[in-house]
């Protein structure tokens, strides 16, 4: 067996699938991505001990169904021949966060999260429990019948590149692009499916103890980092594929320093600021009907 064979046998050998129960893609780069997470295990590693200690002082967590088969249909834990298939878990929890909550019900994107919660806590009443926290509390009005919420962010987040980078708005402007064709599913799905998963749940960490706020922070990060790459858009088609090779790629994969990034890269970003566009966004939107 000749050098080559042997290396693509070993990549044969190797696990596709995540510690999340993910599949990885045929390109996966394991040797980039263990460098990576050779360094950021010591980083989880104390984050770990750190959140313990909190948790323990805290007094711990208060206690269309058709989209089941289309959630996460690259993870095998949700897969209908797996044992337990979570499937079946993430049933209760919707149905259950429905009966709950009435004026939401359910709304696509609602899955998807549910399905991360689940697979993080591997508890039904806690992933419940966080669910309502987030649907209730941090974002309001994003899975109501009208969206209200999440079309208000949206503009607000066009507000903030048209105040931070002004020439990457001129573009959208020049071209009619409108900002939910961009990032409709990175606000209504907390940017599942769309950044990796430890990039994610670090976000997800900030966004359950700051609040909403952290969304536009990740936003406007990963419209800065790659402003001049945008910027080299010519169409509306090449604007939308340039929004998503944005979310790929080393700078999103190696979470710790994405993180980093984040509280740094788009300057200062008051809430009162974001209140104040977010009451001017919703009336305009109301005005239009």
């Given at each position: 067996?000749?050098p080559?064979?042997?290396?693509?046998?070993a990549?044969?050998?190797?696990?596709?699938?995540?510690?999340?129960?993910?599949?990885?893609p045929?390109d996966?780069?394991?040797?980039?991505?263990?460098?990576?997470?050779?360094?950021?295990?010591?980083?989880?590693?104390?984050?770990?001990?750190?959140?313990?200690?909190?948790?323990k002082?805290?007094?711990g967590?208060?206690?269309?169904?058709?989209?089941?088969?289309?959630t996460?249909?690259?993870?095998?834990?949700?897969?209908?021949?797996?044992?337990?298939?979570?499937?079946?878990?993430?049933?209760?929890?919707?149905?259950?966060?429905?009966?709950?909550?009435?004026?939401?019900?359910y709304c696509?994107?609602?899955?998807?999260?549910?399905g991360?919660?689940?697979?993080?806590t591997?508890?039904?009443?806690?992933s419940?429990?966080?669910?309502?926290?987030?649907?209730?509390?941090?974002?309001?009005?994003?899975?109501?019948?009208a969206?209200?919420?999440l079309?208000?962010?949206?503009?607000?987040?066009?507000?903030?590149?048209?105040?931070?980078?002004?020439?990457?708005?001129?573009?959208?402007?020049?071209?009619?692009?409108l900002?939910?064709?961009?990032?409709s599913?990175?606000?209504?799905?907390?940017?599942?499916?769309?950044?990796?998963?430890?990039?994610?749940?670090?976000?997800?960490?900030?966004?359950?103890?700051?609040?909403?706020?952290i969304?536009?922070?990740?936003?406007?990060?990963?419209i800065?980092?790659?402003?001049?790459?945008?910027?080299?858009?010519?169409?509306?088609?090449?604007?939308?594929?340039?929004?998503k090779?944005i979310t790929?790629?080393?700078?999103?994969?190696?979470?710790?320093?994405?993180?980093?990034?984040?509280?740094?890269?788009?300057?200062?970003?008051?809430?009162t600021t974001?209140?104040?566009?977010?009451?001017?966004?919703?009336?305009?939107?109301?005005?239009?009907?």
């Amino acid at each position: 067996m000749d050098p080559a064979e042997r290396a693509q046998a070993a990549r044969a050998r190797v696990p596709r699938i995540d510690p999340y129960g993910f599949e990885r893609p045929e390109d996966f780069d394991y040797a980039a991505y263990e460098e990576f997470f050779s360094t950021y295990l010591v980083i989880l590693t104390k984050r770990a001990i750190k959140w313990s200690k909190l948790l323990k002082g805290s007094g711990g967590v208060r206690k269309s169904l058709t989209d089941l088969n289309r959630t996460f249909p690259d993870n095998v834990r949700f897969r209908k021949t797996a044992e337990p298939c979570l499937q079946k878990t993430l049933y209760n929890v919707l149905l259950a966060y429905g009966l709950h909550n009435q004026g939401v019900g359910y709304c696509q994107g609602m899955n998807f999260i549910a399905g991360y919660l689940i697979l993080i806590t591997k508890n039904e009443e806690e992933s419940f429990w966080l669910l309502d926290a987030l649907v209730g509390r941090i974002l309001p009005d994003y899975y109501s019948p009208a969206m209200l919420g999440l079309k208000t962010d949206q503009e607000v987040l066009a507000e903030l590149v048209r105040m931070k980078l002004p020439a990457v708005a001129a573009l959208m402007d020049g071209h009619g692009v409108l900002w939910t064709l961009l990032v409709s599913r990175w606000f209504i799905c907390l940017f599942v499916d769309i950044l990796p998963v430890e990039t994610v749940l670090r976000i997800w960490d900030c966004l359950f103890n700051e609040g909403s706020k952290i969304i536009f922070r990740v936003a406007l990060t990963l419209i800065k980092q790659h402003q001049e790459f945008i910027l080299e858009a010519s169409s509306v088609p090449d604007i939308c594929d340039k929004f998503k090779q944005i979310t790929k790629g080393d700078f999103v994969t190696e979470c710790h320093t994405f993180m980093q990034k984040i509280f740094s890269e788009p300057g200062s970003l008051s809430m009162t600021t974001i209140t104040r566009l977010r009451e001017s966004c919703r009336a305009a939107l109301l005005t239009q009907g």
